[in-house]
Protein backbone atom coordinates (compact mmCIF):
# COMPACT_ATOMS: atom_id res chain seq x y z
CA UNK A 1 0.00 0.00 0.00
CA UNK A 2 1.33 3.22 -0.75
CA UNK A 3 3.05 5.13 2.15
CA UNK A 4 3.29 8.54 -0.14
CA UNK A 5 0.60 9.95 -1.34
CA UNK A 6 2.36 12.17 -3.83
CA UNK A 7 3.93 9.17 -5.55
CA UNK A 8 2.06 8.84 -8.68
CA UNK A 9 3.18 5.38 -10.11
CA UNK A 10 2.83 3.97 -6.77
CA UNK A 11 -0.43 5.08 -6.47
CA UNK A 12 -1.45 3.47 -9.90
CA UNK A 13 -0.08 0.18 -9.01
CA UNK A 14 -1.56 0.22 -5.70
CA UNK A 15 -4.84 0.11 -8.13
CA UNK A 16 -3.97 -2.15 -10.44
CA UNK A 17 -3.14 -4.77 -7.68
CA UNK A 18 -6.64 -3.95 -6.99
CA UNK A 19 -8.40 -4.66 -10.59
CA UNK A 20 -6.03 -7.32 -11.11
CA UNK A 21 -7.78 -9.19 -7.63
CA UNK A 22 -11.58 -7.60 -8.82
CA UNK A 23 -11.13 -9.90 -12.17
CA UNK A 24 -9.60 -13.23 -10.13
CA UNK A 25 -12.72 -12.76 -7.55
CA UNK A 26 -15.02 -12.29 -10.44
CA UNK A 27 -13.77 -15.30 -11.43
CA UNK A 28 -14.20 -17.73 -8.26
CA UNK A 29 -17.96 -16.31 -8.56
CA UNK A 30 -17.79 -14.01 -5.85
CA UNK A 31 -20.18 -11.06 -5.70
CA UNK A 32 -18.65 -8.70 -2.94
CA UNK A 33 -14.67 -8.38 -2.48
CA UNK A 34 -13.10 -6.58 0.40
CA UNK A 35 -9.61 -4.63 0.35
CA UNK A 36 -7.79 -3.40 3.19
CA UNK A 37 -7.84 -0.01 5.10
CA UNK A 38 -5.88 2.16 2.22
CA UNK A 39 -5.70 -0.22 -0.60
CA UNK A 40 -4.89 2.79 -2.84
CA UNK A 41 -3.18 5.04 -0.45
CA UNK A 42 -2.36 4.58 3.60
CA UNK A 43 0.18 7.87 4.00
CA UNK A 44 2.95 7.14 6.54
CA UNK A 45 2.81 9.61 9.32
CA UNK A 46 7.04 10.41 8.71
CA UNK A 47 6.10 11.41 4.84
CA UNK A 48 3.11 13.42 5.38
CA UNK A 49 3.18 14.51 9.09
CA UNK A 50 6.89 15.22 10.10
CA UNK A 51 8.78 18.60 10.94
CA UNK A 52 11.96 19.01 10.43
CA UNK A 53 13.35 18.50 13.82
CA UNK A 54 11.67 14.65 12.73
CA UNK A 55 8.91 15.55 15.21
CA UNK A 56 5.44 15.22 13.87
CA UNK A 57 3.07 18.32 12.30
CA UNK A 58 -0.10 19.11 10.99
CA UNK A 59 0.11 16.85 7.23
CA UNK A 60 0.56 19.09 4.22
CA UNK A 61 -2.69 17.61 2.07
CA UNK A 62 -2.03 20.27 -0.35
CA UNK A 63 0.99 17.90 -1.33
CA UNK A 64 -1.10 14.67 -2.26
CA UNK A 65 -1.74 13.39 -5.91
CA UNK A 66 -5.67 13.85 -5.16
CA UNK A 67 -6.76 13.66 -9.13
CA UNK A 68 -4.00 10.58 -9.10
CA UNK A 69 -5.94 9.03 -6.06
CA UNK A 70 -9.68 9.88 -8.00
CA UNK A 71 -8.59 8.36 -11.27
CA UNK A 72 -7.82 5.28 -9.62
CA UNK A 73 -11.04 4.77 -7.65
CA UNK A 74 -13.12 5.52 -10.91
CA UNK A 75 -11.52 3.07 -12.80
CA UNK A 76 -11.97 0.45 -9.86
CA UNK A 77 -15.74 1.33 -9.90
CA UNK A 78 -15.59 0.94 -13.38
CA UNK A 79 -14.46 -2.18 -13.78
CA UNK A 80 -16.93 -3.30 -10.88
CA UNK A 81 -19.84 -2.31 -13.01
CA UNK A 82 -17.71 -4.43 -15.79
CA UNK A 83 -17.79 -7.05 -13.76
CA UNK A 84 -21.01 -7.23 -11.75
CA UNK A 85 -19.16 -7.25 -8.55
CA UNK A 86 -19.25 -4.96 -5.61
CA UNK A 87 -16.16 -3.66 -4.50
CA UNK A 88 -15.51 -2.51 -1.02
CA UNK A 89 -11.87 -0.52 -0.78
CA UNK A 90 -9.77 1.65 1.38
CA UNK A 91 -8.58 5.12 0.38
CA UNK A 92 -8.52 8.61 1.51
CA UNK A 93 -11.10 11.26 0.79
CA UNK A 94 -10.38 14.96 0.75
CA UNK A 95 -12.74 17.54 2.11
CA UNK A 96 -13.19 21.42 1.88
CA UNK A 97 -9.37 22.57 2.48
CA UNK A 98 -8.42 23.30 5.35
CA UNK A 99 -10.29 20.35 7.06
CA UNK A 100 -8.06 17.14 6.63
CA UNK A 101 -9.23 14.46 4.50
CA UNK A 102 -11.36 11.19 5.66
CA UNK A 103 -9.88 7.51 5.60
CA UNK A 104 -12.27 5.62 4.06
CA UNK A 105 -13.97 2.65 3.22
CA UNK A 106 -15.99 3.08 -0.52
CA UNK A 107 -18.30 0.86 -1.40
CA UNK A 108 -19.37 0.24 -5.11
CA UNK A 109 -22.18 -1.65 -6.36
CA UNK A 110 -22.19 -4.47 -8.86
CA UNK A 111 -23.41 -1.51 -11.23
CA UNK A 112 -20.27 0.32 -11.08
CA UNK A 113 -21.99 2.83 -8.77
CA UNK A 114 -20.56 4.36 -5.45
CA UNK A 115 -23.05 3.90 -3.46
CA UNK A 116 -21.89 4.85 0.08
CA UNK A 117 -18.22 5.38 1.91
CA UNK A 118 -17.48 5.14 5.22
CA UNK A 119 -15.55 7.57 7.29
CA UNK A 120 -13.14 5.79 9.71
CA UNK A 121 -15.22 7.27 13.33
CA UNK A 122 -12.19 6.41 15.88
CA UNK A 123 -9.01 7.54 15.23
CA UNK A 124 -5.49 6.89 16.52
CA UNK A 125 -3.96 9.35 18.40
CA UNK A 126 -1.82 10.59 15.21
CA UNK A 127 -4.45 9.95 13.08
CA UNK A 128 -6.52 12.51 14.83
CA UNK A 129 -3.81 14.68 15.88
CA UNK A 130 -2.09 15.60 12.65
CA UNK A 131 -3.42 13.48 9.83
CA UNK A 132 -7.33 12.99 9.57
CA UNK A 133 -10.78 14.03 10.75
CA UNK A 134 -13.21 11.58 12.00
CA UNK A 135 -16.51 10.53 10.38
CA UNK A 136 -19.68 10.71 12.17
CA UNK A 137 -22.18 7.67 11.48
CA UNK A 138 -22.05 3.75 11.04
CA UNK A 139 -22.48 2.59 7.56
CA UNK A 140 -25.33 -0.34 6.62
CA UNK A 141 -25.51 -1.35 2.80
CA UNK A 142 -27.03 -4.56 1.05
CA UNK A 143 -26.05 -7.21 -1.10
CA UNK A 144 -28.25 -9.77 -2.54
CA UNK A 145 -29.98 -9.31 0.89
CA UNK A 146 -27.48 -9.01 3.17
CA UNK A 147 -27.02 -6.58 5.82
CA UNK A 148 -23.39 -5.31 5.77
CA UNK A 149 -21.66 -2.83 8.03
CA UNK A 150 -17.93 -1.66 7.82
CA UNK A 151 -15.34 -0.85 10.31
CA UNK A 152 -11.62 -0.16 10.15
CA UNK A 153 -8.59 -1.19 11.58
CA UNK A 154 -8.09 0.86 14.98
CA UNK A 155 -11.66 0.44 15.73
CA UNK A 156 -11.79 -3.14 16.83
CA UNK A 157 -10.71 -2.03 19.87
CA UNK A 158 -13.72 0.13 20.39
CA UNK A 159 -16.60 -3.38 21.43
CA UNK A 160 -19.64 -0.66 21.09
CA UNK A 161 -19.10 0.04 17.67
CA UNK A 162 -19.73 -3.60 16.86
CA UNK A 163 -22.49 -3.98 19.54
CA UNK A 164 -23.99 -1.30 17.37
CA UNK A 165 -24.03 -2.93 14.08
CA UNK A 166 -25.35 -6.20 15.84
CA UNK A 167 -28.23 -3.94 17.10
CA UNK A 168 -28.74 -2.46 13.23
CA UNK A 169 -29.15 -6.45 12.51
CA UNK A 170 -26.09 -6.86 10.02
CA UNK A 171 -25.52 -10.41 8.73
CA UNK A 172 -21.69 -9.45 8.15
CA UNK A 173 -18.93 -6.50 9.22
CA UNK A 174 -16.15 -5.38 6.81
CA UNK A 175 -13.26 -4.94 8.96
CA UNK A 176 -10.19 -3.64 6.95
CA UNK A 177 -6.82 -3.33 8.47
CA UNK A 178 -3.49 -1.67 7.61
CA UNK A 179 -1.86 -3.11 10.96
CA UNK A 180 0.84 -6.37 11.17
CA UNK A 181 -1.11 -7.59 14.27
CA UNK A 182 -2.25 -10.76 15.52
CA UNK A 183 -4.66 -9.65 18.34
CA UNK A 184 -6.67 -7.71 15.89
CA UNK A 185 -7.63 -10.82 14.26
CA UNK A 186 -8.81 -12.51 17.33
CA UNK A 187 -10.82 -9.31 18.03
CA UNK A 188 -12.26 -10.08 14.91
CA UNK A 189 -13.18 -14.00 15.74
CA UNK A 190 -14.33 -12.48 19.20
CA UNK A 191 -16.81 -10.47 17.34
CA UNK A 192 -18.31 -13.62 15.09
CA UNK A 193 -18.27 -15.09 18.56
CA UNK A 194 -20.28 -12.10 20.67
CA UNK A 195 -22.21 -10.79 17.63
CA UNK A 196 -23.24 -14.48 15.91
CA UNK A 197 -22.59 -12.43 12.45
CA UNK A 198 -19.80 -12.68 9.52
CA UNK A 199 -16.51 -11.05 9.80
CA UNK A 200 -14.57 -9.64 6.49
CA UNK A 201 -11.02 -9.17 7.81
CA UNK A 202 -8.63 -8.14 5.30
CA UNK A 203 -4.91 -7.11 5.58
CA UNK A 204 -2.12 -6.14 3.75
CA UNK A 205 -0.15 -9.29 2.03
CA UNK A 206 3.10 -8.32 3.70
CA UNK A 207 1.38 -8.74 7.01
CA UNK A 208 -0.05 -12.45 5.95
CA UNK A 209 2.63 -14.57 8.09
CA UNK A 210 1.42 -13.13 11.03
CA UNK A 211 -2.51 -13.65 9.92
CA UNK A 212 -3.57 -13.29 6.75
CA UNK A 213 -6.81 -12.37 5.41
CA UNK A 214 -10.01 -14.35 5.51
CA UNK A 215 -13.79 -14.57 6.57
CA UNK A 216 -14.86 -15.11 10.29
CA UNK A 217 -17.73 -17.71 10.50
CA UNK A 218 -20.87 -16.51 13.34
CA UNK A 219 -19.43 -18.64 16.44
CA UNK A 220 -16.18 -17.75 15.42
CA UNK A 221 -14.49 -20.28 13.00
CA UNK A 222 -12.40 -19.17 9.83
CA UNK A 223 -14.36 -20.14 6.83
CA UNK A 224 -11.23 -19.38 4.81
CA UNK A 225 -8.18 -17.35 4.89
CA UNK A 226 -5.30 -16.65 2.25
CA UNK A 227 -2.06 -18.04 2.52
CA UNK A 228 0.45 -16.70 5.01
CA UNK A 229 2.99 -16.30 2.14
CA UNK A 230 3.31 -12.43 1.99
CA UNK A 231 1.16 -12.35 -1.82
CA UNK A 232 -1.48 -10.91 -3.07
CA UNK A 233 -4.51 -13.67 -2.41
CA UNK A 234 -8.15 -14.00 -2.60
CA UNK A 235 -10.18 -15.75 0.60
CA UNK A 236 -13.54 -17.23 -0.80
CA UNK A 237 -16.71 -18.20 1.15
CA UNK A 238 -20.29 -18.36 0.89
CA UNK A 239 -22.03 -16.68 3.37
CA UNK A 240 -25.60 -18.63 4.04
CA UNK A 241 -27.83 -17.57 6.32
CA UNK A 242 -29.46 -21.11 6.03
CA UNK A 243 -26.21 -22.84 6.48
CA UNK A 244 -26.35 -26.68 7.62
CA UNK A 245 -23.18 -25.97 9.66
CA UNK A 246 -23.71 -26.93 12.90
CA UNK A 247 -22.01 -24.33 14.49
CA UNK A 248 -23.50 -21.53 12.04
CA UNK A 249 -26.47 -22.62 12.54
CA UNK A 250 -26.52 -22.66 16.36
CA UNK A 251 -25.17 -18.73 16.05
CA UNK A 252 -27.58 -17.31 14.12
CA UNK A 253 -30.93 -19.67 15.13
CA UNK A 254 -30.27 -20.21 18.59
CA UNK A 255 -27.19 -17.88 20.25
CA UNK A 256 -28.36 -14.76 18.59
CA UNK A 257 -31.94 -14.81 19.12
CA UNK A 258 -31.17 -15.92 22.88
CA UNK A 259 -29.02 -12.85 23.42
CA UNK A 260 -31.41 -10.49 22.46
CA UNK A 261 -33.54 -11.41 24.27
CA UNK A 262 -32.19 -11.77 26.91
CA UNK A 263 -30.63 -8.60 26.57
CA UNK A 264 -34.38 -7.18 26.25
CA UNK A 265 -35.67 -7.14 29.34
CA UNK A 266 -36.14 -11.26 29.90
CA UNK A 267 -35.29 -10.95 33.48
CA UNK A 268 -36.99 -8.09 34.70
CA UNK A 269 -39.95 -10.02 35.70
CA UNK A 270 -38.08 -12.63 37.67
CA UNK A 271 -36.15 -10.59 39.81
CA UNK A 272 -36.63 -11.57 43.34
CA UNK A 273 -36.63 -8.35 45.81
CA UNK A 274 -36.84 -8.47 49.76
CA UNK A 275 -35.65 -12.29 49.85
CA UNK A 276 -32.47 -11.88 52.63
CA UNK A 277 -30.91 -15.30 51.03
CA UNK A 278 -30.57 -13.22 47.96
CA UNK A 279 -29.88 -9.92 49.90
CA UNK A 280 -27.44 -10.75 51.75
CA UNK A 281 -24.15 -12.01 50.12
CA UNK A 282 -21.83 -12.43 53.29
CA UNK A 283 -23.36 -15.71 53.93
CA UNK A 284 -22.80 -19.12 52.63
Given at each position: ?????T?????????????T???????A????????????????????????D??????????????????E????????????????????H?????????????????????????????????????LY?????P???????????????????????????????????????M??????????????????Y????????Q?????????????G???????????P??????I?????D????V??R????W???A??????????A??PR???????
Amino acid sequence: MPEDPTDQGALRAAGQEIRTLMTEASKAGARLVQFPEGAIAYPSKHVMAAGADGNPVPADWSRAAWDVVREEARSIAALAGELRLWTAFGSLHPLTPPHRPHNSLFVVSDRGELVARYDKRYLSHTEVSYLYTPGREPLVFEVDGFRIGCALCVEANFPPLFAEYERLGVDCVLLSVMVDDAPRARVAQAYGTLYCYWVGYAVPAQFSATVPSGIVAPGGRWLAQCPPDGAPALAVADIDLDSADPDIGVSLRHARPWRRLAQGGLYKDRLVAGDPRSDIRTSF
